[in-house]
């Protein structure tokens, strides 16, 4: 988290020692005013079938299948929609079922990364189980959703991140753990380094989570991460994007 202007972002410690995802959903309640929050998430699918419908639709129809899935699981719907995801071998071809939505192209065609499609759900890089229990927070969270909702004159807004985008921001491939890279990669981000007694290296979801509250306060101001040219109305309320993705 970190408040407007150049000070260092700081991390927000879970109050029973690890968060849980409903421990999350709990937190954002909590907050009030003028907050933009990022999730390294997916909130969409690509535009195929069967999800075709609008977002919103479709976060209400997970969260009643998985409804009794521990956690904002979704093991349930993926059961449900079984045919649409790729979990292995079994199911063919990995590229006839790994869809990229258009956020996902574009950031493809800018060789600053090698997005993973939403319906992979096998793999260290995948995100599909991910894009799931985002799902069913932001439609338990009820909160303003970019870009599937008008954003609000005042109050809190959500939206979709990459990590890796901040840090490619910041001249960085891969991820990081160490001191003297996040710094670096902070002041590119127009913020100010750790304080003293931070540590030397990390876990690299530390590292993502403090680039991303600063990347996400550098660039909010700057028009044109809002107005990607790629984003349809049509894309805004089906499949979403990731901001950061122009």
Same mark, same amino acid.
């Given at each position: #988290?970190?408040?407007?202007?150049?000070?260092?972002? /700081?991390?927000?410690?879970?109050? !029973?020692?690890?968060? @849980?995802?409903?421990?999350?959903?709990?937190?954002?309640?909590?907050?009030?005013?003028?907050?933009?929050?990022?999730?390294?998430?997916?909130?969409?699918?690509?535009?195929?079938?069967?999800?075709? !419908?609008?977002?919103?639709?479709?976060?209400?129809?997970?969260?009643?299948?998985?409804?009794?899935? *521990?956690?904002?699981?979704?093991?349930?719907?993926?059961?449900?929609? /079984?045919?649409?995801?790729?979990?292995? !071998?079994?199911?063919? *071809?990995?590229?006839?079922?790994?869809?990229?939505?258009?956020?996902?192209?574009?950031?493809?065609?800018?060789?600053?990364?090698?997005?993973?499609?939403?319906?992979?759900?096998?793999?260290?890089?995948?995100?599909?189980?991910?894009? =799931?229990?985002?799902?069913?927070?932001?439609?338990?969270?009820?909160?303003?959703?970019?870009?599937?909702?008008? =954003? *609000?004159?005042?109050?809190?807004?959500?939206?979709?991140?990459?990590?890796?985008?901040?840090?490619?921001?910041? @001249?960085?491939?891969?991820?990081?753990?160490?001191?003297?890279?996040?710094?670096?990669?902070?002041?590119?981000?127009? @913020?100010?380094? #750790?304080?003293?007694?931070?540590?030397?290296?990390?876990?690299?979801?530390?590292?993502?989570?403090?680039?991303?509250?600063?990347?996400?306060?550098?660039?909010?101001?700057?028009?044109?991460?809002?107005? *990607?040219?790629?984003?349809?109305?049509?894309?805004?309320?089906?499949?979403?994007?990731?901001?950061?993705?122009?």
């Amino acid at each position: #988290m970190c408040e407007a202007g150049h000070d260092t972002p /700081r991390l927000v410690l879970p109050p !029973s020692g690890v968060w @849980s995802r409903a421990g999350v959903l709990d937190w954002l309640g909590g907050l009030s005013g003028d907050v933009l929050v990022g999730m390294d998430a997916g909130f969409g699918f690509a535009a195929v079938p069967p999800f075709t !419908s609008q977002a919103r639709d479709l976060w209400a129809e997970i969260d009643t299948v998985a409804a009794a899935d *521990p956690d904002l699981g979704g093991h349930s719907f993926i059961a449900h929609r /079984r045919d649409a995801f790729w979990m292995g !071998s079994a199911d063919g *071809p990995r590229h006839l079922r790994a869809h990229l939505r258009v956020t996902e192209q574009v950031y493809a065609t800018s060789k600053l990364g090698v997005p993973t499609s939403n319906f992979v759900l096998l793999g260290a890089a995948q995100v599909g189980k991910a894009t =799931l229990s985002a799902m069913r927070l932001l439609h338990r969270l009820q909160w303003p959703v970019w870009p599937f909702d008008p =954003l *609000p004159a005042a109050g809190p807004v959500i939206l979709e991140i990459y990590a890796q985008a901040f840090a490619r921001m910041g @001249s960085v491939r891969g991820k990081l753990r160490d001191r003297a890279t996040l710094d670096a990669v902070l002041a590119a981000l127009g @913020s100010a380094a #750790m304080p003293a007694g931070f540590a030397e290296r990390f876990p690299d979801h530390i590292g993502d989570a403090l680039v991303t509250a600063a990347g996400l306060r550098f660039i909010a101001a700057q028009p044109h991460w809002w107005q *990607p040219a790629a984003l349809t109305p049509a894309i805004a309320v089906t499949e979403g994007w990731t901001f950061g993705v122009a």
